[in-house]
T-cell receptor
Framework: DQQVKQNSPSLSVQEGRISILNCDYT??????FLWYKKYPAEGPTFLIS?????DKNEDGRFTVFLNKSAKHLSLHIVPSQPGDSAVYFC????????????FGKGTTLSVSS | KAGVTQTPRYLIKTRGQQVTLSCSPI?????VSWYQQTPGQGLQFLFE???????NKGNFPGRFSGRQFSNSRSEMNVSTLELGDSALYLC???????????FGNGTRLTVT
């Protein structure tokens, strides 16, 4: 049973537009949520995180929104750049230490110029 | 600052053998976690070590084990390899208890 789901395997966006990646979760005990980006042949790279006590966190072009009642979070990238093309993973943890992360299966983002 | 280093990058083993993978965390990081990535199951948590103690363990059989040394370096071992153990094994480290994980580039294990 998947506790973290990324229902869109892929997303294509034009350069300069907004990319919105979505993630749903089922475990109400999750307390900390993260987004990672992964290029081929490399390990995942941390992008941004959000605690369950917040509903929004921004870092430059990246914003994560959390809707606890809907058990849904999203990552907004504005503006999208070709270098953002990668696989994006949503992850969740039951503790603020962010250990024992539960990952979604990823969304492949393609940004065309 | 050097990142998380995993060795070797690639391994080919035969079913029934055992394998040991190594991970050197970022300097100053005391928590080390291991994850398995497969096309079917995605990224799955194996275990996490902090100050040489296993703090958390995922849902994997006992054939998967690990340890952490006093210098925070970690190893994971898989005994009696099965074809399904073919995967990318990722190590990640972090500093204090609420920092995000920093991943290495992984060890690609192929079991034939």
């Amino acid at each position: 049973d998947q506790q973290v789901k990324q229902n869109s395997p892929s997303l294509s966006v034009q350069e300069g537009r907004i990319s919105i990646l979505n993630c749903d979760y089922t475990n109400s005990m999750f307390d900390y949520f993260l987004w990672y980006k992964k290029y081929p042949a490399e390990g995942p790279t941390f992008l941004i995180s959000i605690s369950s006590i917040k509903d929004k966190n921004e870092d430059g072009r990246f914003t994560v929104f959390l809707n606890k009642s809907a058990k849904h979070l999203s990552l907004h990238i504005v503006p999208s750049q070709p270098g953002d093309s990668a696989v994006y993973f949503c992850a969740a943890s039951e503790d603020q230490a962010g250990t024992a992360l539960i990952f979604g299966k990823g969304t492949t983002l393609s940004v065309s110029s | 600052k050097a990142g998380v280093t995993q060795t070797p990058r690639y391994l080919i083993k035969t079913r029934g053998q055992q394998v040991t993978l190594s991970c050197s965390p970022i300097s100053g990081h005391r928590s080390v976690s291991w994850y398995q990535q497969t096309p079917g199951q995605g990224l799955q948590f194996l275990f996490e070590y902090f100050s040489e103690t296993q703090r958390n363990k995922g849902n994997f059989p006992g054939r998967f084990s690990g340890r952490q040394f006093s210098n925070s370096r970690s190893e994971m071992n898989v005994s009696t390899l099965e074809l399904g153990d073919s995967a990318l094994y990722l190590c990640a480290s972090s500093t204090i208890l609420d920092s995000p994980l920093h991943f290495g580039n992984g060890t690609r294990l192929t079991v034939t």
